[in-house]
């Protein structure tokens, strides 16, 4: 909004022309081979063979309720993913009266937007990951890039470790977050290691949000700019070792509240669209 109509129809005019664009590789990368891609080359719902769901109030008291299989919230159209985020009342499937639990205790909410994973069709130990994206725009968004480990369900969060590739939050337009949470044995159990880059508004863009991982480090990458390193030796106070274990990917449309990180949403600006041009993984 900051930029002249020209200027827009220009950007967008480039972004078309450069829609699946094959990637650069960050100066330092090994030569790997192409395992793993979602290119969106088709139309409907998110492939069921190679995406799953979360559904429900997920975490964070977060006022979205994640939807499953429903084109108003994850679709695939025009060669883009889109999660989509809408202000609307959404009966919850999970509601049990009289519980005080953040999944159970509302029967409706206010809001949907979808959230989905590969933990149930495919898992990596290693390798790069890389997705071409769009981000919405506007306070409260919460859009996600990031990974856990595919033995959440046994040990449970922080023991299965978590690498946020990118978080964005809506309040702030320039900056995106890399960040790992590892378990540790301080009171809280766990601890973050994490950084912020300042970018051009990349709701206005199509932008490459990357992480390069070995045996020995986590580096995250914007538009191959590196700007997170962490060494696995450290997440390992505890013998989990997360990161030198198989993690599932994740991406999401989550929604803010007053108290939240991310700030309450403006209802103005839904629906909101997280648009994802790809994912690739390279071993």
Sequence with gaps: ???????IAFIILLTACNRHQQPVPSPASPVRKLVWSDEFDYTGLPDPAKWGYEEGFVRNNEPQYYTKARLA??????????LEAHKENWRNAYYVPGSTKPREKDSLAKYTSASINTLAQQTWLYGRIEVRAKLPAGKGTWPAIWMMGENRTQLGWPRCGEIDIMEFLGKDPFTVYATVHYPDTTARGYSSTGTSLKIPDPSLDFH??????????????????LYLSFPNNKANHTGQDPFRKKN????????GHEGGWP????DAI????????YVRVYQ
């Design 263 to 266: 700030g309450p949403t403006d």
């Design 208 to 225: 490459i949000y990357a992480l390069e991982w070995n045996a020995d480090k986590i580096d995250v990458f914007f538009d191959n700019k």
């Design 73 to 82: 919230n994850s679709r695939v159209e025009n060669g883009l993913l889109i």
């Design 1 to 7: 909004m900051r930029k002249s109509c020209c200027f």
């Design 248 to 255: 599932y990917l994740l991406l999401n449309l989550a929604l």
């Design 270 to 277: 839904l629906p909101a669209r997280y648009y994802i041009d």
